[in-house]
């Protein structure tokens, strides 16, 4: 074994000393620079929000103090290029090599692929590795080497490989590189500013990042906890699920060591004959295997942050108004578990899963709100806010999957209250201008008898609003706004076959939504590639290889609206045939290179305050005024 080389283990969202491939091949090969580097210019709009930026400097905090006592010091840079900042110290240590591990979401595929390329060209090795997941994208696929595009299939896949997912044992210690880097203080790096410090404190007494926390996390739930997920996870008050979210997007929980401990649990209930474990452990398993989704769908289909996996929101109506946008913010909508919800997330930055589903699902059916600009609300707001199970979450409620929610689904809020939080007390908690509501009203106070709104003191319009939109007339807007889809999509696909206009690109098949085909089998070839690179897929597009359930209905034409403000990707259409056809590479390079096309727009009110926001808007705003509908 070589032990001579000088490795910079690159941190980026995996921040622990357990199960670390990238950090364990480098201790093994020598000494080692472990750096963190951050360059919020590469981000985007993407640009992590408040909560998630305070959970990440305290997990920073601890990986420093894990590292330097193995010996290694962490060296925190502040870049405008992450590249720039790694040849630097490549040539500060006169370091050999390179190791991270591998990342799926759209931004850092694009990135990750633009450096691994340019110190391949400079000659630097560069080792990458599995650190996410239980197993990569490019090794689960089905009998024919297409990609699959169903939850169920593509778990079942999962959980029938032969190999089971490897993990790695923590180095006892590492031998620091010689040479002297740049390094900046947690405070430089600008993760928190003086005014967000009195609100973050707040964070601190529910939650402590960090790897160590983690494990303890780990442990105490699958002893305590896991027995009882299957019958707990149904309620939404209370801590009723694991809280591994935010350490399993930052890398502080290794996923194959969850899965580990949890498949222990199962065979020793399975050899006790205990029926409830039994169920909870497959419950939670299958939770974790949707995360795996979440970054399968995102490799394979890049472009599911701006467009829908079907395609069939390309002639949605959206109603672009600001004022139910807002009101939907800031949980004033007159419906108490949506209200209840959103003043949860703005408050804590968290919420229950199901609460999640009510709450997008309310926006994009009774608000008919532009579902990317929920999912970058959710992005700018959630502690464990996190690209691909965000893009997975509202493609689910939006109809954007073959086996999510249908798009003419509309849940009612009264209803799911009910069953959900059958006294009331998630609604209380959070919203105390209807804690003195009885049970039986609290889920629907504009039905409640006056007496009794009058005796628990609420006055609604006053004190808590009527609802923002009677269910009644939300139902007729979704269906009004389904036929007019439909009736633009049979418009587009008669001047298509009339060869009058290029539109869509699936607009030959009426009854067949097509999903674009991945083929994993056949590998792109990839200079300098190891048995750990990051894989390749390439895409076919079947014209006929996908049948939805979601049927077409040929109806009018109606002009487009003009209100809308969003970037309407589901209408790019040269764009999308070029997606269709490209890689997972090559389409998001192309994204970025073509950035300002291809983003969507959203509301400066919805976006944390920072600089760079602005200047993605800035971006944004010149796209709008240059010509492009954004709409
Ligand atoms: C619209 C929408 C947006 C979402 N955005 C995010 C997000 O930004 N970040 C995030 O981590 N999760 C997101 N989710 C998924 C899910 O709500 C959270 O992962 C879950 O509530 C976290 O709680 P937990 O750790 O206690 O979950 P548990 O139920 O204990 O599950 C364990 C782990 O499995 C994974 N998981 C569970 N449910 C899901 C799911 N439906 N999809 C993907 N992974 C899942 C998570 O990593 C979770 O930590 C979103 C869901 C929806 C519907």
């Given at each position: 074994m070589d032990t001579d080389g000088k490795t910079i283990v690159w941190f980026r969202r995996d921040l622990r000393i357990d199960d670390n491939p990238a950090l364990a091949a480098a201790a093994r090969d020598g000494s080692v620079l472990p750096v963190f580097i951050w360059c919020p210019q590469e981000e985007g709009q993407f640009y992590p929000g408040r909560v998630s930026r305070w959970w990440l400097k305290q997990s920073l905090i601890h990986l420093q103090q894990s590292l330097e006592s193995l010996g290694a010091k962490l060296i925190l840079i502040k870049a405008r290029s992450t590249l720039k900042a790694l040849l630097e110290c490549i040539s500060a240590v006169g370091a050999t090599k390179i190791a991270y591990n591998h990342l799926y979401d759209p931004v850092s595929l694009v990135r990750d692929h633009t450096i691994k390329q340019k110190l391949g060209e400079l000659g630097i090795s560069v080792q990458s590795y599995n650190g996410d997941l239980l197993y990569e994208p490019w090794e689960i696929y089905d009998n024919e080497g297409h990609a699959f595009t169903t939850f169920d299939a593509y778990w079942t896949r999962c959980l029938s490989m032969q190999k089971e997912p490897d993990s790695h044992l923590p180095p006892w210690r590492l031998v620091p590189v010689e040479g002297i880097v740049d390094n900046c203080s947690i405070d430089d790096l600008g993760?928190?500013?003086?005014?967000?410090?009195?609100?973050?404190?707040?964070?601190?007494?529910?939650?402590?990042?960090?790897?160590?926390?983690?494990?303890?996390?780990?442990?105490?739930?699958?002893?305590?906890?896991?027995?009882?997920?299957?019958?707990?996870?149904?309620?939404?008050?209370?801590?009723?699920?694991?809280?591994?979210?935010?350490?399993?997007?930052?890398?502080?929980?290794?996923?194959?060591?969850?899965?580990?401990?949890?498949?222990?649990?199962?065979?020793?209930?399975?050899?006790?004959?205990?029926?409830?474990?039994?169920?909870?452990?497959?419950?939670?398993?299958?939770?974790?295997?949707?995360?795996?989704?979440?970054?399968?769908?995102?490799?394979?289909?890049?472009?599911?942050?701006?467009?829908?996996?079907?395609?069939?929101?390309?002639?949605?109506?959206?109603?672009?108004?600001?004022?139910?946008?807002?009101?939907?913010?800031?949980?004033?909508?007159?419906?108490?578990?949506?209200?209840?919800?959103?003043?949860?997330?703005?408050?804590?930055?968290?919420?229950?899963?199901?609460?999640?589903?009510?709450?997008?699902?309310?926006?994009?059916?009774?608000?008919?709100?532009?579902?990317?600009?929920?999912?970058?609300?959710?992005?700018?707001?959630?502690?464990?806010?996190?690209?691909?199970?965000?893009?997975?979450?509202?493609?689910?409620?939006?109809?954007?999957?073959?086996?999510?929610?249908?798009?003419?689904?509309?849940?009612?809020?009264?209803?799911?209250?009910?069953?959900?939080?059958?006294?009331?007390?998630?609604?209380?908690?959070?919203?105390?201008?209807?804690?003195?509501?009885?049970?039986?009203?609290?889920?629907?106070?504009?039905?409640?008898?006056?007496?009794?709104?009058?005796?628990?003191?609420?006055?609604?319009?006053?004190?808590?609003?009527?609802?923002?939109?009677?269910?009644?007339?939300?139902?007729?807007?979704?269906?009004?706004?389904?036929?007019?889809?439909?009736?633009?999509?049979?418009?587009?696909?008669?001047?298509?076959?009339?060869?009058?206009?290029e539109v869509g690109d699936n607009s030959d098949c009426i009854d067949n939504l097509v999903i674009p085909k991945v083929v994993l089998k056949e590998k792109a070839p990839c200079s300098a590639a190891s048995s750990h690179d990051q894989q390749v897929p390439s895409m076919q597009n079947f014209k006929n290889g996908f049948s939805s359930r979601k049927r077409l209905l040929p109806l009018e034409e109606e002009q487009h609206q003009r209100n809308m403000q969003i970037s309407n990707s589901e209408g790019e259409t040269s764009k999308i045939d070029d997606d269709l056809c490209s890689t997972a590479v090559s389409s998001s390079a192309k994204k970025q290179a073509t950035c300002s096309m291809t983003s969507f727009s959203v509301p400066q009110s919805c976006s944390v305050s920072s600089d760079l926001k602005q200047q993605s808007h800035v971006e944004i705003d010149a796209e709008t005024s240059s010509g492009k509908q954004v709409g």
């Open positions: 993760l928190e500013n003086e005014m967000e410090k009195a609100s973050n404190a707040l964070l601190g007494r529910g939650w402590s990042p960090g790897w160590s926390n983690a494990d303890k996390a780990l442990s105490a739930f699958v002893e305590e906890n896991l027995i009882d997920y299957s019958k707990e996870r149904a309620t939404v008050a209370g801590n009723t699920t694991s809280l591994f979210s935010p350490y399993l997007h930052f890398g502080e929980m290794s996923v194959r060591r969850v899965f580990q401990c949890v498949r222990m649990k199962q065979l020793l209930w399975a050899k006790e004959g205990n029926c409830v474990g039994q169920e909870s452990v497959s419950l939670f398993l299958r939770a974790i295997g949707f995360r795996e989704y979440s970054r399968y769908i995102c490799f394979n289909y890049p472009f599911t942050h701006e467009r829908s996996l079907l395609s069939n929101l390309k002639y949605f109506p959206w109603k672009a108004d600001q004022a139910h946008f807002k009101a939907w913010r800031q949980g004033r909508t007159g419906y108490p578990l949506v209200d209840a919800g959103m003043r949860e997330l703005w408050a804590t930055g968290w919420m229950h899963n199901r609460i999640r589903v009510i709450v997008s699902g309310f926006f994009v059916k009774f608000l008919l709100l532009p579902w990317q600009w929920g999912m970058k609300y959710f992005w700018d707001t959630l502690l464990d806010s996190d690209l691909e199970t965000d893009i997975l979450g509202w493609q689910y409620i939006s109809g954007s999957l073959p086996d999510g929610h249908e798009l003419e689904r509309l849940d009612s809020p009264q209803v799911q209250g009910f069953k959900f939080d059958p006294e009331g007390e998630y609604v209380r908690q959070w919203l105390p201008e209807l804690a003195r509501m009885p049970s039986e009203w609290i889920h629907h106070p504009w039905d409640a008898p006056p007496s009794v709104l009058r005796s628990a003191g609420v006055e609604l319009g006053l004190n808590y609003p009527v609802p923002i939109v009677d269910i009644d007339l939300a139902r007729e807007r979704l269906t009004e706004a389904l036929l007019i889809m439909r009736e633009r999509e049979a418009v587009a696909r008669a001047e298509k076959s009339d060869g009058t206009d």
